[in-house]
T-cell receptor, first 114, second 118 residues
């Protein structure tokens, strides 16, 4: 069955420190991959996506993610976090075969400390 | 208005009430989705509409009744809900799928309706 795993439920980093959020997927073929961010009381905002081509993708707000087929991973990174990055982050995967829907991970809550 | 809008943003209803959630997308998309987001649970897909046709009903109880009158509007009609139905209900839209099936493009989400069932 298709699945998306975010192993870290909660991560705390200092402002200005680097960040990496992990995402692993289990799909029959290379899926489309997405990272979304959700601020408290808000909907999900698309940060970046990977469809094909360059395995390092750039997104909004200074985020990037790298697709690694050998590790079935799509980790999100940011070199220097800002207090406004505190939010919940969701990794999602979908397929271009037929009628498949997105599968979301359970999310990683990011806390930023001064 | 831009993007995906949802009304109301907050709703408190009793178990015997009937209410509706509304979603509108201003992106020219053809697919729309309802999700349920409960605390400490993954996002749950409820319904998918593609070109106004329902293409997914993820075993949702009949007390939730979706309606999609056109590609821009999506409703979720609620009746005789249970306290465990309290959650954030998110609407999303995407470019959608062609008549021969196809690609699930990235989804754009509304801000959600925070529903409390008392």
């Amino acid at each position: 069955a298709q699945s998306v795993t975010q192993p870290d439920i909660h991560i705390t980093v200092s402002e200005g420190a680097s960040l990496e959020l992990r995402c692993n997927y289990s799909y029959g073929a290379t899926p489309y991959l997405f990272w979304y961010v959700q601020s408290p009381g808000q909907g999900l905002q698309l940060l970046l996506k990977y469809f094909s081509g360059d395995t390092l993708v750039q997104g909004i707000k200074g985020f990037e993610a790298e697709f690694k087929r050998s590790q079935s991973s799509f980790n999100l990174r940011k070199p220097s976090v800002h207090w406004s990055d505190a939010a919940e982050y969701f990794c999602a995967a979908g397929s271009n075969f037929g009628n498949e829907k997105l599968t979301f991970g359970t999310g990683t809550r990011l806390t930023i400390i001064p | 208005e831009t993007g995906v809008t949802q009304t109301p943003r907050h709703l408190v209803m009793g178990m015997t009430n009937k209410k509706s959630l509304k979603c509108e997308q201003h992106l020219g998309h053809n697919a729309m989705y309802w999700y349920k987001q409960s605390a400490k649970k993954p996002l749950e897909l409820m319904f998918v509409y593609n070109f106004k046709e329902q293409t997914e009903n993820n075993s949702v109880p009949s007390r939730f009744s979706p309606e999609c009158p056109n590609s821009s509007h999506l409703f979720l009609h609620l009746h005789t809900l249970q306290p465990e139905d309290s959650a954030l209900y998110l609407c999303a839209s995407s470019q959608g799928q062609g008549t021969s099936g196809g690609i699930n493009y990235e989804q754009y989400f509304g801000p959600g309706t925070r529903l409390t069932v008392t």
